[in-house]
């Protein structure tokens, strides 16, 4: 009955929220809300409660306010070493250097909880990308609509995976089970039911309803929305609104080990200077200052920082590829990916599943025409076409089809002009062949309405629907050929065709078998197991599911660098197989275990020939998990997709667990690291590729910084011990450490990708900071900076000039050393001039205005007087250019004798 228009003037969010709807009936909650358990509200009716009620959404988690993300950038010990060093110039009366070390530092900060900032902006709208969507029935047809649109009166449908969008009323249901911990605490799905309860029921005792931000584990049902956003069981805990803190990534973890020992190093070089300037009968104050000057020169101050853009910024060109990263530590771990264990359909494939045979009883083999989920085709029988009414088997099978089924087949309309899926790809094509041969699903569901259901399960790999015919009930089994087999009877004339099934799988076709049982019913305690020798096979279907065009190149790619692309499906071995072979996962030699063959080998047999298997089939999620720690076992880094609600614990306990963002339920992607907007292989190539880059860049970064404060500290302490002024102020150091490393740095770590990144090995995840390469590359652009710029220094010293003058220069000299020295770090094998300069223009601007700043304080007499510079003559300044070139010459040549040791032969 449709509630009258009465009620619905009368809602309010506060009567609603007092009600006590487990204690309704569910004729009574569909009254009180005014909705329609057939139809739900109209669209018309759902905008009016929108803007009554509000968006379906929770407040937005509390974030971090600007003073706390500001004063969180004094955490390092690199910072609170140059604190240090402020207190100690200030004790000594050097109040100029204990300001500007200061400021420099409040900069440095500013910089930080800015590009922190905005990462966590960036974050924010990546994870809008993947909105949580429900379907929901309005005017009395099933659409999937946005969560947040949800009002009260709202019937949505729910189904195993799906995340529960509002507090709401059941009013079906079909082995319904929730996993509630989320809200309740409770760790097993808890099954649902109809009745009305008593007032007083606990919350966690509520079995007839369903609450946001709970999740369907297992079954189906439909239900009438009683609470939205803030009204909901959820909205009224805010402890669980809040957003946890994430952990911190490898990679921090590693630059705050290096910064604790660089803080040790610094604590022991100052020391040293003391020591020898004191051995020297130096003043204390001026050893100090010249120890200070030292310990400055050591902290790299634009890493933290550098590090922050890095990784924002490569999650940002993930999520254009498609790949929204939820979890920091993923950008690192995929850059050491050395196994991807992906599925078969809508992964590798196109997911657009096409019915192109049907197997009828006695081994009949019909043909079907026509591509995609437009019913534009016929079934062929040889060179004619065959309607369903015209063969009763034909009928019977396809019959079947529509019947033990839940997905829909949606007719174009104004809005929407092309026939489209609602539901799995699978069962879709399945409607789409019935309508091709004459049949009209939506009137054959009306005349043989579901009684019961056993929903798909995957561990029986089977479904199973109850209907009520003329001669009494009967149930229909749809699942993998194997399975129903089993349920087939042995006088049945015509057994499940399973050497068909066998033939057709092998060509890489998806084959499903169908059964009948007259006169039995579903019984929920017994399962599948009621039905064994009972059943007469009705057919088998056979669809194709295309690898997606670009997939055999990322599979090319993977395997160029070192990655081993592996196939975990639960689709058919033979069907897996096939498709592994198109795409070169499989090769001459590899083998295919299906979920039997799986479960007979212990651990220690997997993880011995686990090198050895392409193609994982027939496999159940919890089996998933064995597959995941074999590869563990044997060292590698594996990455693992996922899109059921059983394949959490796979993707939590993967290194990389990837979720599909189409047909993923929620589940799914709360547990993956990242979320693949459109299920496509490539795009996790694509996110491996771009989390080489991230790592590439940091390493680019890290080289820079520690190859001039390398030279930096060579340089003052080689003329500490010759007994000569420092050759840099101490705020001329951090100027340079600050404002000339600081703007090509941020820049730096924006390179795009060199385009070799896929073709080198992956990174081994305990690899340091510093690798043997990077310290060969130090050996080359440290005794290059410090001979030039200690050259130039010990040159101009002996000429006799006065000390600002010497000091300016060598400031200036050290500056253009490390513009030239940025150019170097582009590539490890690239000359500067090959690399394309113009490929980043960011980090042309940083260069650019670098030479500008750098003018100003040499020029300009404010900005000098206070970082104790003076003018340098126009001729001077081009010899420092060219002298600075040697740098860029010296890496050059060990770039080019690198080339030639590549490219000669082994």
């Not at 909705?35 to 929108?50: I, P, V």
Request: aromatic share 4%; net charge negative.
């Amino acid at each position: 009955m449709v509630a009258s228009p009465d009620p619905a003037r009368d809602l309010a969010p506060a009567a609603l929220s007092e009600r006590r709807w487990h204690a309704l009936h569910a004729a009574e909650v569909v009254s009180a809300t005014a909705s329609d358990a057939s139809t739900g509200l109209t669209a018309a009716e759902a905008a009016a409660r929108l803007e009554r009620f509000g968006p379906n959404a929770l407040p937005e988690p509390k974030r971090r306010t600007l003073a706390a993300v500001f004063f969180g950038q004094f955490k390092s010990p690199l910072i609170a070493l140059l604190f240090g060093a402020a207190a100690l110039a200030l004790a000594f009366g050097h109040a100029v250097d204990a300001g500007v070390i200061t400021v420099v530092v409040l900069l440095n900060a500013v910089i930080g909880a800015f590009q922190e900032g905005r990462a966590e902006r960036s974050l924010a709208a990546l994870r809008r990308l993947s909105q949580l969507t429900a379907r929901v029935v309005r005017d009395g047809v099933e659409v999937a609509v946005e969560a947040r649109m949800l009002v009260p009166g709202d019937v949505i449908v729910l189904q195993a995976g799906d995340a529960v969008p509002a507090d709401a009323r059941l009013l079906e249901g079909a082995a319904l089970q929730l996993a509630e911990a989320a809200l309740t605490g409770e760790s097993q799905p808890v099954p649902k039911s109809l009745p009305a309860l008593d007032e007083g029921t606990p919350l966690a005792d509520r079995h007839n309803m369903v609450h946001a931000g709970t999740h369907v584990a297992a079954g189906r049902a439909r239900a009438v929305v009683v609470a939205t956003g803030l009204a909901t069981e959820i909205g009224h805990i805010s402890t669980l609104t809040e957003t946890a803190t994430e952990p911190p990534t490898p990679l921090e973890r590693r630059i705050a080990r290096f910064g604790r020992a660089v803080l040790w190093a610094a604590a022991g070089l100052f020391v040293l200077i003391l020591s020898v300037g004191l051995f020297h009968g130096l003043a204390l104050e001026d050893i100090v200052l010249v120890a200070i000057s030292q310990v400055v020169g050591m902290v790299p101050e634009g890493l933290p920082v550098a590090m922050t853009i890095a990784l924002a910024v490569g999650v940002q060109r993930m999520a254009r590829r498609q790949a929204v990263v939820r979890r920091l530590s993923a950008v690192e771990t995929l850059g050491s990916t050395t196994v991807i264990c992906t599925d078969k359909t809508g992964t590798l494939t196109c997911n657009e599943m096409t019915v192109t045979a049907l197997v009828l009883p006695g081994g009949d083999t019909l043909s079907v025409s026509g591509t995609g989920y437009a019913p534009e085709g016929m079934c062929l029988r040889g060179d004619a076409s065959l309607a369903a009414t015209a063969d009763p088997a034909l009928e019977a099978l396809l019959t079947a089809g529509v019947l033990c089924n839940d997905a829909h087949l949606l007719a174009p309309t104004d809005d929407a002009p092309d026939w489209r899926p609602l539901g799995d790809p699978t069962e879709v094509a399945l409607l789409t062949v019935a309508v091709k041969a004459g049949l009209v699903p939506d009137a054959l569901r009306a005349a043989h309405p579901r009684m019961a259901e056993l929903p798909f399960d995957a561990a029986s790999s089977m479904m199973a629907t109850q209907h009520e015919g003329p001669a009494g009930p009967y149930v229909l089994v749809k699942g993998a050929p194997e399975a129903v087999a089993r349920l087939c009877a042995d006088v049945d004339p015509i057994r499940v065709p399973l050497a068909a099934a066998v033939d057709l799988a092998a060509r890489g076709l998806r084959v499903l078998a169908f059964a009948r049982i007259d006169g039995a019913v579903v019984d929920g305690a017994r399962g599948f197991a009621a039905f064994t020798g009972r059943g007469r096979c009705l057919g088998l279907t056979a669809q194709v599911d295309p690898p997606r065009p670009q997939v055999a190149r990322a599979v090319a790619r993977c395997r160029a660098a070192g990655i081993r692309p592996v196939m975990v499906t639960g689709d058919h071995v033979e069907t897996g197989l096939a498709i592994a072979r198109q795409l070169d996962i499989a090769r001459d030699g590899d083998l295919a275990l299906d979920g039997r063959a799986l479960e007979a080998l212990d651990d220690d047999a997997l993880t011995a020939q686990i090198d050895r298997v392409a193609v994982f089939a027939r496999v159940h999620p919890a089996q998933k998990l064995r597959i995941i720690e074999a590869w563990q076992r044997r060292g590698q880094v594996v990455a693992m997709t996922g899109d059921g609600v059983n394949d959490a614990p796979a993707l939590v306990r993967a290194d990389v667990g990837v979720a599909m963002g189409r047909s993923g339920t929620e589940v799914a992607k709360e547990a993956a690291d990242i979320v693949i907007g459109d299920d496509d292989f490539s795009r996790i190539v694509a996110a491996v590729e771009e989390g080489r880059v991230v790592y590439r860049n940091i390493k680019k970064a890290v080289l820079l910084l520690f190859s001039t404060a390398a030279g930096e500290v060579a340089v003052l302490l080689a003329a500490l011990l010759a007994g000569l002024p420092p050759p840099f102020a101490a705020v001329q150091i951090l100027w340079n450490n600050l404002v000339t490393e600081g703007l090509i740095t941020v820049n730096l770590v924006l390179e795009p990708a060199e385009g070799d990144e896929m073709r080198r090995p992956p990174i081994p995840p305990d690899e340091p900071l510093l690798t043997p390469l990077l310290l060969r590359r130090m050996a080359i652009m440290v005794p290059a900076i410090v001979a030039v710029t200690l050259g130039w220094y010990f040159y101009r010293t002996a000429g006799g000039l006065p000390v600002a003058q010497v000091q300016t220069e060598t400031f200036t000299l050290l500056a253009i050393c490390e513009w030239y020295n940025v150019l170097n770090c582009r590539s490890e094998t690239a000359s500067a001039f090959d690399a394309g300069i113009l490929r980043n223009p960011w980090l042309v601007g940083g260069l650019l205005l670098g030479n500008a700043l750098q003018f100003a304080v040499v020029f300009w007499a404010p900005l000098g007087g206070f970082f104790r510079t003076v003018p340098i003559e126009p001729g001077i300044a081009v010899v420092l250019g060219l002298l600075g070139s040697v740098v860029l010459l010296a890496e050059a040549l060990r770039k080019r004798v690198a080339r030639r040791a590549q490219r000669a032969p082994a």
